[in-house]
């Protein structure tokens, strides 16, 4: 296999992901050696309460690669997004979760589209939740589609690479930090002409860990941060014209 000519990094949000971590950096290295001279893995512990930032933090003084970037408390699930991304500093940014539910090896089918599309989306085919998960996730790519027209299938897959020059120029205008963070990114990249690929992934069940996406504090945040960005862009039109 050749490799590419790119520099990677690849961003992760953990939150009490101690069970998964370890085996989730070494399925990254294990990945991106053999395809990447260059590459870094920027992981966020987003407070957890078990060990994640201590695994995290030990695999980190044994390999310059890993960085970690750590909140003292749980900020949510797009803080950690955010906070990984932002730290990212080579040419590919690849955004995915640390749950190991994805098959690493299909970013040979992302990286071939980056070449005419600015970021590319993976969507679960099929995804290998639990049914309402699978259910809730339908009905919330539908209301990101009715509120701000179509961005991509799966807009929450933790599949996704980015050029460098979109998180740049996209991160900063981003206000959410829950679970509404990834249509954010998505809503605010088509805004501004990105190109956007899709590819379909593999996806498989969580083996250790517990998803926080279905707690109602969870799910209340998204709808304040879904309404409160509709208004954002309603009041930015309003005042455009």
């Known amino acids: 296999m050749g490799k590419y000519p790119y520099s990677l990094s690849v961003a992760m949000p953990a939150y009490n992901e101690e069970e998964n971590i370890e085996a989730m950096i070494q399925e990254v290295i294990q990945v991106m050696e053999p395809r990447f001279d260059d590459f870094e893995i ?20 044994r390999d310059p690669r890993v960085k ?17 991304m932002s730290h990212a500093t080579k040419d590919i940014v690849f955004f995915t979760d640390s749950d190991r539910q994805f098959y690493l ?4 089918k992302a990286i071939p589209l980056i070449e005419k599309n600015d970021l590319v989306v993976g969507y679960r085919a099929p ?8 259910l809730y996730g339908k009905g919330w790519s539908f209301l990101i589609s009715l509120f701000f027209g179509y961005t991509a299938r799966d807009i929450d897959c933790a599949f ?12 900063p205008q981003v206000q959410s930090r829950g679970a509404t963070f990834s249509a954010e990114l998505l809503v ?10 899709e590819i379909p992934v593999g996806h498989r069940p969580r083996v250790a860990g517990s998803p926080t996406g279905a707690r109602l504090n969870v799910i209340t945040r998204a ?5 409160l960005l509709r208004w954002r862009l309603w009041q930015e039109h309003k005042h455009a014209v």
């Open 105 to 108: 090896e299909e970013i040979d």
């Open 68 to 84: 970690l970037v750590e909140h003292p408390k749980n900020l949510g699930y797009g803080a950690a997004a955010y906070s990984a």
């Open 127 to 134: 995804r290998r939740d639990p049914f309402l998960r699978v």
């Open 160 to 171: 996704k690479v980015f050029r460098r020059e979109v998180l740049e120029k996209v991160l």
């Open 188 to 197: 605010m990249a088509k805004r501004d002409g990105f190109r956007i690929g």
């Open 42 to 61: 920027v992981v966020t512990n987003d407070g957890s309460a078990d060990r994640t930032g201590d695994v995290i933090r030990e695999i980190a003084a």
């Open 223 to 227: 709808f304040r941060e879904l309404f």
